[in-house]
């Protein structure tokens, strides 16, 4: 692919003190840009200092919301060298995500080949610290300035950097999971398994009820019985009872996560049972009563292995592993960064380097 290169005159301070940096604040020097329209198709594919865009009042994204996005890492290695993790599985989610909201498909390689160009051009923006990594944030939006509903007819791809560290404030130390009864975050046949920004808004009102109890996060139940979990939203969920790895199978409302796949081979590797199906808020409160419930835990890109402490479900809390970091969690954990930072040997194949 063609792409045209634009450096910024002027370099930004880079954070100081990498072990504040939170998840989302900075933004590096530059990002990839390329548009789409009807006829043309994806074009004028360039890298540009890091700016604000112009669009119009009546953008279609706006409006009506057409639009997907992705999320990985890019890490560094202790030998500085600059990994990224299952990048092609990225941009392959982002292509089913474009089909469900009819948004036009863009050629995978092209992607990747464009990150790979606007990293080696940002490679000091890849923290050095441990625990921190340079968040990526693929997406495409519709631009065409009209208030009726339709699939648009013209498209900007992006790609951002954010230098972030643990999404959660409580880093690895487990977090507290409110089971939410009201709201709902997808039904089937619905946009569940897209990663599409309405799936976070609709989230919102869940987890600003979590925050006002102290809870970081919302569980969500299916949308129509209201009992078989999903996931988090911002991550997939994993429990272990009995010794057994279970995880709700992905029906079409749940997100297929890259970290939720690599943590049922990983966990296969190492001789566990992982069932993926349906399992009910119910099963799981009866396991704790039971004394079975020895984990639960979270897996996102942003979230890395969260494990889970604290659950309330409507009055019953349940206080996981003594609200501490249980085995299976912890082994992903160290597994998966130590793969993703290049401390323990790639056996999977997972790891792209960037050159
Ligand atoms: C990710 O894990 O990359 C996501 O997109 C989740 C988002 C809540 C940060």
């Known amino acids: 692919?063609?792409?045209?290169?634009?450096?910024?005159?002027t370099l930004k301070d880079k954070p100081a003190d990498e072990s504040k940096l939170g998840f989302g604040h900075y933004f590096t020097d530059h990002m990839f840009v390329m548009n789409y329209d009807t006829g043309e198709g994806w074009h004028d594919a360039r890298i540009v200092p890091y700016q604000n865009i112009s669009l119009s009042p009546a953008a279609m994204c706006l409006h009506y919301?057409?639009?997907v996005f992705e999320g990985l890492k890019a890490y560094?290695?202790?030998?500085?060298?600059?990994?990224?993790f299952r990048p092609e599985e990225n941009f392959k989610r982002l292509n089913q995500s474009n089909k469900r909201m009819i948004i036009p498909e863009i050629n995978e390689d092209d992607c990747l080949e464009a990150l790979m160009k606007l990293l080696e051009i940002e490679k000091d923006w890849v923290p050095h610290t441990d625990g921190a990594a340079l968040y990526i944030r693929p997406f495409i939006f519709a631009t065409d300035p009209y208030v009726g509903v339709r699939p648009a007819d013209h498209y900007m791809f992006m790609i951002i950097l954010s230098p972030s560290g643990a999404?959660?404030?409580?880093?690895?130390?487990?977090?507290k999971?409110?089971?939410?009864?009201?709201?709902v975050r997808a039904v089937r046949g619905g946009t569940g398994f897209v990663k599409t920004a309405a799936n976070y808004a609709i989230s919102?009102?869940?987890q600003d009820e979590a925050h006002k109890q102290n809870y970081e996060q919302v569980l969500w139940l299916d949308g129509v019985e209201r009992k078989y979990i999903e996931e988090v939203?911002?991550?997939?969920?994993?429990?272990v009872i009995d010794g057994e790895v279970i995880t709700p199978e992905l029906t079409g409302s749940v997100l297929p996560g890259i970290t939720r796949k690599s943590a049922i081979e990983v966990c296969r590797s190492k001789g566990y049972k992982v069932t993926e199906r349906r399992i009910t808020i119910q099963e799981v409160a009866q396991a704790y009563d039971d004394g079975k419930l020895n984990e639960v835990f979270g897996t996102g890109t942003a979230a890395v292995i969260s494990p889970v402490g604290h659950l309330k479900w409507g009055e019953k809390i349940m206080e996981i592993n003594d609200n501490k970091i249980g085995t299976v969690s912890q082994m992903l954990y160290d597994t998966m960064t130590g793969i993703q930072w290049g401390k323990?040997?790639?056996?999977?194949?997972w790891i792209k380097e960037v050159k």
Not at 177 to 183: D, S
């Open 1 to 9: 692919m063609d792409i045209r290169i634009e450096l910024a005159e």
């Open 233 to 239: 939203g911002s991550m997939n969920i994993f429990f």
């Open 344 to 349: 323990i040997e790639d056996e999977f194949g």
């Open 167 to 175: 999404y959660y404030s409580t880093g690895l130390n487990p977090v």
């Open 76 to 84: 560094r290695t202790a030998e500085g060298k600059i990994q990224l």
């Open 204 to 206: 919102l009102a869940g």
């Open 65 to 67: 919301g057409q639009e």
């Open 177 to 183: 999971i409110y089971v939410e009864n009201n709201y």
